[in-house]
C-alpha cells in the first residue's frame, strides 16, 4: 500500500445515507498537478501530558462568526491543554492518550470541506484541535466500496493548510475502530471521551446525532458533557452560499443547505470545479498511483481508474491547466482529460518523460479550482 493516513471520518451512529450514483457531466477549469515520489504518512498525535479541569466548563454554543456563553456552574479554566504530539498511538503508563487534554472535533469528515475547517477553528481557539475518526464503518455495515473525496495520504496535506486559520495549530486526526463504540448509548461515549480518552472538550455542528442508533443530538451532548466534566461546544452550520443551493435535491434528510460532503460529490460528479473549490475552500486534488507504463508519449500520461486513490470529477475536458513538477513544483500548463477508463494529462512545454517517474510506482497530484 502506497498511502499511509486516517481514514475520512464517519458519524458514530448505527446507521448511513447510502448515496446514489449522479450522472457525469462535462466540466471546464483550470487546474494544477504536482509529481510526488511514493510515501506513506501517518497522522501525528499528543503525547502523555494531560491537562487537569479546575473547575466545571462552561457550555457554550458557537456560531461562525465566534463565540456565545450558556454559563452553567462555574466559569472554566483550561490548564495546559496542549500537549506535544507523538506517533504511537496506545496508552502511556499513566493512562493518557494522544488526545489527552486537546478538544476534539465530532463529524463526518470525507470531504473536509469549510464546515469541517470551521470545526477545527472553534476546538484550536479552546485547545489543541483534533479531529475524532472512526475506521471500520464500512466492514461493519457491509457498504460497497466507494473512493473517498480526499486520498488518505493526501488528509494530513489539506489539515495542515488550516494551519493559519487555526491558529497555528494544525488539527490532527485520531482514530477509533468503529466496531469498539458502535453499541455505546450516547452517556457511555461521552464517558469515553472523558475518562478514557481524556479530553478536555469537544465540539459538534448543530446537527449531530451520535449513540447507538444515532440515538443523542448536540443538546444531550452539552448536557453529558457538562455532567462529566468537559466542555461542550456547538457551533451553527456553514451554510453553502451558491444561490440554487437549496434548490439541490442531495438526498440526504439532513440536508438544510449547509455545506456537505454529499454536495461536494454532486459538484464534482458535474464538473463543477468552481463550486467544488468553493465547498472544500481549496483547490480539489486528485491522486494516481502512476509509472512510465502509462506514458503515451513524452508528453501525455494516461492512468487508468484503477490506479485513482480518491473521487475524480467527472468525465470532461479540464483545460488552462498547470503541472507542477519537482521540489520547485516548476509550473507548466497543460490539459486534462477525465473519460471512462483513464485520466489524461498532456502539456505542451515540458516532457513528462523527464520527471521522475520509473516502473515503480509513483504519486501523480492533480489540482483542479
Known amino acids: 500500500m502506497l498511502c499511509g ?42 503525547a502523555k501530558a494531560r491537562s487537569q479541569l479546575s473547575h466545571k466548563l462552561r457550555r457554550r454554543i458557537v456560531s461562525s462568526s465566534g463565540f456565545h456563553y450558556k454559563t452553567s456552574g462555574e ?9 506535544q504530539r507523538k506517533d504511537d ?32 477553528i472553534q476546538a484550536s481557539r479552546v485547545g489543541t484541535p483534533y479531529l475524532l475518526s472512526f475506521v471500520g464503518m464500512a466492514e461493519v455495515f457491509g457498504w460497497e466500496p466507494r473512493a473517498p473525496i480526499v486520498a488518505k495520504c493526501d488528509r494530513k496535506r489539506v ?20 466496531a469498539s463504540v458502535r453499541h455505546l448509548t450516547p452517556r457511555e461515549f461521552v464517558e469515553k471521551l472523558s475518562k478514557e480518552l481524556r479530553v478536555c472538550g ?43 443551493s437549496k434548490k439541490r435535491d442531495s438526498g440526504d434528510s439532513k440536508d438544510r443547505g449547509q455545506v456537505s460532503s454529499t454536495r461536494v460529490r454532486q459538484a464534482l460528479a458535474a464538473g463543477d470545479m468552481s463550486y467544488v473549490s468553493e465547498l472544500l475552500g481549496r483547490a480539489h486534488r486528485l491522486i494516481l498511483q502512476a509509472n512510465i507504463r502509462d506514458m503515451q508519449s513524452e508528453r501525455r500520461i494516461s492512468v487508468p481508474r484503477s490506479s485513482i486513490l480518491n473521487l475524480p470529477p467527472g468525465n470532461g475536458v479540464y483545460k488552462a491547466c498547470l503541472v507542477l513538477v519537482g521540489d520547485d513544483e516548476t509550473s507548466v500548463p497543460c490539459n486534462v482529460v477525465v473519460d471512462t477508463s483513464c485520466i489524461h494529462v498532456e502539456t505542451e512545454e515540458l516532457r513528462l518523460c523527464n520527471s521522475d517517474l520509473s516502473q515503480e510506482l509513483k504519486l501523480l497530484s492533480v489540482e483542479f479550482g
Request: net charge negative.
Open 159 to 178: 489539515l495542515t493548510s488550516w494551519d493559519s486559520y487555526c491558529g497555528n495549530k494544525a488539527p490532527v486526526e485520531y482514530e477509533i475502530e468503529f
Open 202 to 244: 469537544v465540539v459538534a455542528g448543530e446537527n449531530y446525532r451520535f449513540g447507538y442508533k444515532a440515538s443523542g443530538d448536540a443538546s444531550e451532548l452539552v448536557r453529558l458533557c457538562e455532567e462529566y466534566g468537559i466542555g461542550a461546544y456547538i457551533i451553527t452550520s456553514v451554510m453553502d452560499k451558491k444561490q440554487d
Open 89 to 120: 498511538p496506545e496508552l502511556s503508563a499513566d493512562g493518557s492518550t494522544p488526545v489527552s487534554g486537546g478538544i476534539v472535533a465530532l463529524g463526518k469528515f470525507d470531504a473536509l470541506h469549510v464546515g469541517h475547517r470551521e470545526l477545527a
Open 75 to 83: 466559569t472554566p479554566i483550561l490548564h495546559n491543554c496542549f500537549s
Open 5 to 46: 493516513g486516517s481514514r475520512a471520518l464517519q458519524h458514530f451512529s448505527d446507521y448511513h445515507h447510502h448515496h446514489t450514483s449522479i450522472g457525469l457531466g462535462l466540466g471546464f477549469c483550470g487546474a494544477k498537478i504536482v509529481l510526488l515520489s511514493s510515501f506513506f504518512l501517518r497522522p501525528s498525535s499528543q
